[in-house]
């Protein structure tokens, strides 16, 4: 029985097939060459003979398929030889020789349910950890702000004055930007509600409400963890991937004391300065949304307003400023810190800095409402 | 892989490149023959990777031309770039792996994307170079955060073989190597060099290396080069050649 390729040809006599490789086996023929020695049958064989005498170049892929076939028919137990191998090929044939039969380590096996279970597993225990580590680092902050209030001349002013720019004076466009148009997007919907009563005027009440007590500083702070709480784990991650972490413990400084301990008390000064800011804002984008579309003038507004709202609803905003502050430089800080080596480990706290800070955000801000509820405020 | 004729496989002429207003490389000639270590050195900043990105595509000269293959890589379309792109393998400094994939995910990068090979012969050929780069089979299901700056040198170069390539460039292979990492590098590139009938491109600081493998050696300075063997640079009287051949750590290269 004879049988042609356009690389290799079989011969099968008295029991003897012969494979005879021609031409190139190189990769860009592999997928053809691969196919075509599938369907050899070399059942009716009792031995084998791959000659490659003929073969014209042959690369890694190519004597990779020859080892294959040889694998294939010598697993029923036949004898299988190669001959005429030619001088320039025999290095590389017996290098890739000597390199192949090791198999791939085989993924693990993999059910879905109990994918989900290791998955749920895993992050529930990470949670923990985080938890954990979040505490002891406050507690190792703690230590050193008490460290700090007694010793005042350990903290770093002219680092504090440099976070309070960065976080607090450069993030007043952005934070009173989008508190005008949250108080406008407020006022309007309000409006739009209320007028079906035809109570109007009692979109003053709802701005307000909602901007002093809620609004401006859970906006301040959603802001404020998206561009401080991550510049701070930037800043320190790579600071880790430079080794510059490190190099202070080595010199005898206080990573903490340098590093966070500024971050730390910037953005507790500056999350109530801007909170502030940032209700004076929203107020008037209601005002003016008051004014276009209620016919309702600056003086009624300011009128209303202060019959509308207690100093209590003011200073409850401005209380829990400093709070998310904290939370969000803790966060970051702790984020940067945790950072090793990579690169990609640097985007991965960063992320996690912002995502972690809004939700101690949130939870913070409903710890508050049972905190103010129960005190009756 | 047969040596069918003399042309080189990489043939530079008067290449000029340059950086804002400072010019790294003036009048650059280079001929690299088929099957030899052709290395290239010179001082920090002299622009041995810069030559080395020139010749691969990542960065464009100002004049001159970069011909591989007899075909010039600047008069090339994107789909005759990606083809030629197919014909050599690079291997970056720190290894240059995909961060989120596994060694054998890296090593496969190529294969699916260039080749229509089934998955279990993909699975195969990524095995073999994984083998054929000297590491460990179960290095192939780790991701390169997790290996060490040797075996991730390993790991890039099991992916720039993956294509049976004719062409090797490597851009300091052995920096950052402890000098027996260095030493097994040296001659596991040397052995793949003879066994696969490479081409290849070396940058390199290592004169442990040169004396190790390199064919011809190009030195770049004063933003030439100067090609010669390693017996003819010895003779050369270049200020800096003849420093950096016959200063103390060259005569312990030499003598070990």
Known sequence: ?377 | MNAQNDEPVIRVRSLRTRFGTTVIHDGVDLDVRRGEVMAVVGGSGAGKSVLLNTIIGLNRQVAGTVEIFGQDTGRMNEAARRRLSTRWGVLFQQGALFSSLTVAENVAVPLKEHTDLSPALIMAVTGLKVGMAGLPSDACGKYPSELSGGMRKRAGLARSLALDPEILFLDEPTAGLDPIGAADFDSLIGDLQRSLGLTVVMVTHDLDSLYAIADRIAVLVDRHVIVGTLDSLLENSHPWISAYFHGPRARAAASG
């Not at chain 1, 014209?56 to 190669?82: K, N, P, Q």
């Not at chain 1, 409850?316 to 690169?343: M, Q, R």
Request: with cysteine; aromatic share 6%.
């Open chain 1, 1 to 377: 029985m004879t049988s042609e390729s356009d690389r290799f040809d079989i011969v099968l006599a008295d029991g003897h097939l012969t494979v005879a490789a021609r031409g190139d086996w190189t990769i860009g023929a592999a997928s053809a060459l691969d196919t075509g020695l599938r369907r050899i049958d070399a059942r009716e064989a009792r031995s084998a003979e791959i000659d490659l005498s003929r073969l014209r170049v042959v690369d890694s892929t190519g004597a990779l398929l020859l080892v294959g076939l040889r694998d294939r028919f010598s697993s029923d137990g036949r004898s299988v030889a190669f001959t005429g191998i030619r001088a320039e090929h025999a290095a590389l044939i017996e290098r890739v020789f000597a390199n192949c039969g090791r198999p791939l380590p085989s993924p693990m096996p993999y059910h879905p349910l109990i994918a989900v279970l290791e998955r749920t597993g895993r992050a529930a225990i990470e949670a923990g950890q985080e938890a954990v580590g979040l505490l002891n680092f406050l507690g190792l902050v703690t230590i050193t702000a008490l460290r700090g209030l007694i010793r005042p001349a350990r903290i770093r002013f002219v680092s504090l004055v440099s976070h309070l720019e960065r976080v607090g004076f450069d993030a007043l466009p952005i934070v009173g930007l989008l508190s005008f148009l949250i108080g406008i997007v407020v006022a309007y919907q309000g409006a739009d509600q209320l007028r079906r009563f035809g109570t109007e005027i009692f979109t003053v009440n709802l701005l307000g409400v909602s901007i002093l007590r809620e609004m401006g500083v859970l906006l301040t702070a959603i802001v404020v963890a998206g561009r401080s709480g991550s510049a701070f784990a930037a800043q320190i991650g790579t600071m880790q991937v430079n080794q510059e972490v490190d190099a202070m413990r080595t010199l005898g400084l206080d990573p903490v004391e340098i590093l966070v301990l500024p971050r730390v008390l910037a953005l507790v000064l500056a999350m109530p300065l801007l909170a502030v800011y940032s209700d004076l804002m929203g107020l008037a984008g209601g005002a003016v949304m008051s004014m276009v579309s209620l016919d309702i003038s600056i003086v009624q507004f300011t009128e209303r307003l202060r019959d509308a709202v207690g100093m209590w609803t003011f200073w409850i905003g401005v209380i829990k400023a400093p709070v998310f502050g904290f939370l969000i430089a803790l966060i970051g800080c702790h984020e940067g810190l945790k950072v090793t080596g990579s690169a990609e480990s640097v985007g991965h706290h960063t992320t996690r800095s912002v995502v972690i800070g809004i939700f101690l955000v949130i939870l913070a801000d409903a710890a508050f409402s049972i905190l103010f509820s129960v005190l009756r405020i």
